[in-house]
């Protein structure tokens, strides 16, 4: 009995998620593996680092996207849960400059 409450609470433990949120570093994020980015992704959005900038501006911090439109980046990051999320930055059409980061699963 004791054993298999102890595997319970180990298996619990290991349920949880890698997430440790922390403030966005640009070396960090651009050498930093998808969890990494994860763990700033939080602070990017809420932080605005990237409202106003030009989308040379944004690359040169977080450097290339894995997808993009005319509107939107698209940064592969993870929280350590099954399925990958996107942090989106979005750019106005009018300035070409970012209006907005979402984080998007």
């Not at 298996?11 to 994020?29: H, Q």
Request: charged share 25%; proline share 2%.
């Amino acid at each position: 009995m004791k054993h298999t409450i102890l595997l319970l609470f180990i298996y619990f433990l290991s349920c949880g998620n890698n997430n440790k949120a922390e403030k966005f570093n640009k070396e960090k994020w651009r050498n930093g593996s998808q969890i990494e980015r994860g763990n700033m992704s939080a602070d990017l959005v809420e932080s605005e680092i990237l409202i106003g900038k030009n989308k040379n501006q944004v690359i040169k911090l977080l450097g290339n996207p894995k997808d993009s439109t005319k509107v939107n980046f698209h940064y592969l990051i993870d929280f350590g849960y099954m399925t990958p999320f996107h942090l989106d930055v979005n750019f106005d059409m009018t300035n070409n400059k970012v209006k907005d980061v979402t984080l998007i699963d």
